[in-house]
């Protein structure tokens, strides 16, 4: 079973420019997450799909980020214009129908410098 | 909402030591508890997770973990640890009426021989 596939694993960019990075989700999975790790600290979520709809997004700065997951598989995250504070691992998740029992499968993540 | 301490960020170790990982919760509800480990260059991927029953886990590479409601604690340990067990490892937490999972900051294991 092939896990979850994330482009690119690396981007160096400078401030005011925009970015983006791609999820294919493992096959069959309904929900799918993105993750922001800062150095030092765990992930913390930022946007989680069902399908191609949006759960939850509390946690996603709409003035610069946003995220889509058109027909329900695979999903792109955008920043757009990046800051400093941006620079992270941007981690991609699946889990089968999104329950809290549930094990999330992750992928190898993007790692983004913000010069 | 949940919320996760992970009370150590670096442990070192000897190789065929034992050791053990801190993880304290807080939540209002009843929880479900996961550790996940990350691997030099690889994703995370899931350890152990404690969902109901026997509050004693156990992973297949001989970790495991014991939920503790009265202290709010899981904490991860494994007897005699090798080299290969040099990961970063988190503990996360979800509540029964909360789908999303919250991880503690992470506690980096290296194993010296």
């Known amino acids: 079973e092939a896990g979850v596939a994330q482009s690119p694993r690396y981007k160096i960019i400078e401030k005011r420019q925009s970015v983006a990075f791609w999820c294919n989700p493992i096959?069959?999975?309904?929900?799918l997450y993105w993750y922001q790790q800062i150095l030092g600290q765990g992930p913390k979520l930022l946007i989680q799909?069902?399908?191609?709809?949006?759960?939850?997004d509390s946690q996603l700065p709409k003035d610069r980020f946003s995220a889509e997951r058109l027909k329900g598989v695979d999903s792109t995250l955008k920043i757009q214009p990046a800051k400093l504070e941006d620079s992270a691992v941007y981690l991609c998740?699946?889990?089968?129908?999104?329950?809290?029992?549930?094990?999330?499968?992750f992928g190898p993540g993007t790692r983004l410098l913000v010069l | 909402a949940q919320s996760v301490t992970q009370l150590d960020s670096q442990v070192p170790v000897f190789e065929e030591a034992p050791v053990e990982l801190r993880c304290n919760y807080s939540?209002?509800?009843?929880?479900?508890l996961f550790w996940y480990v990350q691997y030099p260059n690889q994703g995370l991927q899931l350890l152990l997770k404690y969902l109901s029953g026997s509050t004693l886990v156990e992973s297949i590479n001989g970790f495991e973990a014991e939920f503790n409601k009265s202290q709010t604690s899981f904490h991860l340990r494994k007897p005699s640890v090798h080299i290969s067990d040099t990961a970063e490892y988190f503990c996360?937490?979800?509540?029964?009426?909360?789908?999303?999972?919250?991880f503690g900051a992470g506690t980096t294991v290296t194993v010296r021989a």
């Open positions: 799909f069902q399908n191609n709809g949006v759960v939850d």
């Open positions: 939540s209002s509800v009843s929880v479900y």
């Open positions: 096959s069959g999975h309904a929900t």
């Open positions: 998740a699946s889990s089968l129908d999104g329950g809290s029992q549930e094990t999330q499968y």
């Open positions: 996360a937490v979800s509540g029964s009426n909360d789908y999303k999972l919250s």
